[in-house]
Every structure is written in C-alpha cells, then in structure tokens.
C-alpha cells in the first residue's frame, strides 16, 4: 500500500475542532508542506504521537489556522503506517482546504474504513477488533459502547485463541507422530485430549448463548404496544417517551398505521413500535393498520399488552391477552390508574397498573421491563453482538460436537482430528486469519469516510 490515503475524520459541520488525518509514506512529507512548528523544526523531526503548535498554510504559504499537529511513525501507530493527524478549529471551509492541498500534493481521498482497514492488513488490529471500531461509533447504549470498547481491546480474541491454540496443538502432536515416527516424541494418545476438546466445547457453547442478549444490546428490543382501540397505547408511548410523539384522542382508532420511536431505558435500547387497535372494521386505512399491527407482533421480542383498567375486559382484550401469552417477552399494562375502578385479570403475565396522565405506574413498569432482560453476567467485550461471529462460533461448536462424537465413538484420529480442524478454521474467522477477501469488503464498506 504505497499510497498516501487523507480524509476528514470528525465529520463536515461546523464545530469547536475538526481532524484530517493521513497514511501512508507521503504523510511526514505532506505535513512537513503544510505545517510549521512554533519551534521552527520540521514536523517529520518532530517527537511521536506528541502535540506540536504551529501555523497550518498552504502550500504557497498562505495561512490557513493556528493549530495542533501530531506524527505516528510505522509500525507502532494505528494503521501501522506513518500517520499524520491536523487537528484544526472546526470550520468546513478550512478543513475541504486543507484536505484539498493534500490531494494536491499527492495523497488521495480514504475510502470507507481505509484507515482502519490498514490496521488490520498490517496486523495492527485483529478483524473482530477492526469490526469493533465501527460498533463503539455506532453504539445506542453505554453497555454496548463498553463491550465493543472491549472487543476493540482484543476480549474476544483473547476467548478464541485459546480455544483455537489448544486445538493447533492437538493436530501439531499429531502430525509430528504421523509426519516423523522415527524421532522421540510422545506417543499420540487421543483419550488424553479428551478434556480439552470438552472444555473448549463448553466455552464456546457459554459464548454463543450471549448472542441472543448481545444482539438486542447492539440494535435494541423491538417492542410492540398492543390493544385494542382507545386502550390508551399511544398514551404510553408518549408517557414512556417523555413528550407527545402520538396523537392522542377520545376517538377509537386514532392511530391508523405503526408508530416506532426508539428509548434508552437504563441499560437497554427499546424499539417501541405503536401500533393501531386490534380489532375488525370495515374501514379500509384502519383494516391495512390493523394488518401492519399484526405484522408488529410477530416481529416483537417485547409486547406490551395494555389494556383499559377502567373497563371491564372484551372480548377483544381476551384475544390481546392470548397473543401476548404467545410471545417471548410479555407484560399486561392496566392502563387509565387514574380513572381504574381496579380491575383484576387472570394472567401468569407480569402486569402493571399505570397511568399515562400522572406518570404512576410508569417506574415499575421499566423495572419489569429490565428485570426482563438482564445483562450477561461475563467480561464487557465477551458478549456476541455480531452475527458474523455468532456463525463463525456456531460453526466451531458444530464440528467440536462431531469431533467429541467421534471421540465417543471410537474413530480412528483422522477423523476425529479432521472435525478438530475444521472448528479451528471457523474461529480463524474471527481473527482474519482465514476470512475470504469478500468478507473483509463487506466488513469494511459499513465503515464511515476517515475511520
């Protein structure tokens, strides 16, 4: 990768400081052009990884912003390249500047996750931690921007590579019997790796089983708020949001198509999705809202059954509770508290009595909701949050089973040690050891221009 590569890495709005980043072996070159130190030296003699004053210009000398500058030498730097940061007042019009003197003087624009791409290419970074740069800019939660931030460390290559070591050396043993019978090496006994295999199966089966939690951490639950209409669903939502985000009227079947709004409650991300009442119509809008409401449901990790604690129930609200019973994750809300003659119903459900006017209710409600989804209780950066690796796993856990049977079954190593392979080269794709180049291009294209 001979090719100086630059980009704007904090964005284009106005704002207190902006960064252009650069590298590649044109970068102390370039910076050496644009920038003079306050002390008079060039940058490129400049300590690394160390902040120098001094005056940003361009190329003919015109001065462009007083500013900061730093310089990573290759290899010990981010992309493992020599890389150069500007970091300027964050004016649009002096950053496009700046970046375009640089194209000028033979650097060319970052595609996206260039920067980070190149970490990973010259080893700098191992792919699950590459992948990890984009889920910490991406993160909706503090829990999820911690076990991305331990990802981006190297937590779950850390899990994996014993795993992937012990299995190496189980198939090196073996090999070196086979390949050398002559030398003296220990007889290869397959019983005695027995405990390894088991313990590397159970390690990975705990693994995989946070990937259904780390999931919804890293995208957040869909829950959808269920009733039927004038049930007071679009009451909670605004209740629960904190601001009037749905119509709200005394007329049955306001609400005529999904709402969906996303809310942060404690350490969880809600997809809440408002959906319009349940129940049958002859009015055609109503009828496609109903029908997107039934969609809803079956999409929903979480329904919020809600029901008018000041009626009696319907036949329509029984139907409610029958769905709700059905679902993965469900609570009954007896809405209206503040009118509820304190209606009772016969579920195994949780249930909580709210009302959307006063606010009562609506804390026991998020209890309840997070007593529902506890966090895993392992390491930030050892939850599965990517489905890519979640496959990766499943796949190693796969042939580790085969392999154990074998085992079991008393087939001759090659067998067994065939199935041992195979799990190794699964969790080579976490790292990148053994990740196809198509792969890599689809990981990196989420990426955004500068990272």
């Known amino acids: 990768m001979p090719d100086t590569i630059a980009a704007i890495a904090t964005g284009t709005q106005i704002a207190a400081i902006g960064i252009v980043r650069l590298s590649g072996e044109r970068a102390g070159e370039i910076a050496d052009t644009l920038f003079t130190p306050q002390s008079g030296k060039a940058m490129s003699a400049s300590a690394p990884r160390t902040l120098v004053y001094g005056r940003l210009h361009d190329r003919e000398g015109a001065l462009l912003d007083l500013c900061l500058c730093t310089i990573s030498r290759a290899p010990h730097s981010y992309t493992g390249e020599d890389t150069v940061e500007f970091q300027c007042h964050g004016s649009p019009v002096v950053l496009r500047t700046l970046l375009d003197e640089c194209f000028a003087l033979g650097a060319r624009q970052a595609l996206p996750g260039e920067f980070t791409r190149r970490a990973f290419l010259n080893g700098r970074l191992a792919l699950s931690s590459a992948e990890a740069v984009a889920d910490i800019i991406d993160a909706e939660s503090a829990e999820s921007a911690k076990n991305a931030a331990g990802q981006l460390a190297g937590a779950l290559q850390e899990r994996t590579e014993k795993i992937y070591n012990d299995l190496a050396d189980i198939s090196a043993h073996y090999h070196a019997v086979l390949d050398y019978p002559d030398e003296d090496i220990e007889p290869f006994r397959l019983a005695a790796y027995q405990r390894t295999m088991e313990e590397a199966h159970h390690s990975l089966s705990a693994l995989l089983a946070t990937f259904s939690r ?48 996303k809310l ?51 036949e329509e609200d029984e139907e409610i509770l029958a769905a709700a019973e059905q679902a993965k994750h469900a609570l009954v809300v007896l809405s209206k508290k503040d009118l509820s003659g304190g209606i009772t119903v016969e579920t195994t459900l949780p249930t909580v009595n709210v009302s959307s006017v006063t606010g009562e209710g609506i804390d026991a409600l998020e209890k309840a909701i997070g007593d529902m989804f506890p966090l895993p209780g392992v390491p930030a950066g050892e939850i599965l949050t990517n489905a890519r690796h979640a496959e990766a796993v499943g796949r190693a856990l796969e042939s580790l089973r085969a392999a154990l049977d074998a085992l079991a079954d008393g087939a001759t190593p090659d067998i067994v040690l065939t199935e041992s392979e195979n799990a190794m080269a699964a969790l080579g794709e976490l790292d990148g050891r053994t990740v196809r180049q198509d792969v890599t291009e689809r990981i990196f294209s989420r990426f955004c221009v500068g990272k």
């Open 214 to 261: 780390g999931k919804l951490m890293k995208d957040g639950i869909p829950a959808a708020i269920i009733g039927r209409p004038n049930a007071g669903k679009s009451s909670l939502l605004n209740a629960l949001l904190g601001y009037e985000r749905a119509i709200v009227t005394r007329i049955p079947g306001t609400t005529r198509d999904t709402i969906e709004e």
């Open 264 to 314: 942060r409650l404690g350490p969880l991300t809600l997809r809440l999705i408002d959906t319009a009442g349940i129940r049958e119509t002859d009015d055609e809008v109503e009828r496609l809202g109903v029908a997107r409401s039934r969609s809803a449901i079956e999409r929903a990790e979480l329904l919020l059954a809600v029901l008018d604690g000041s009626e009696p129930l319907t």
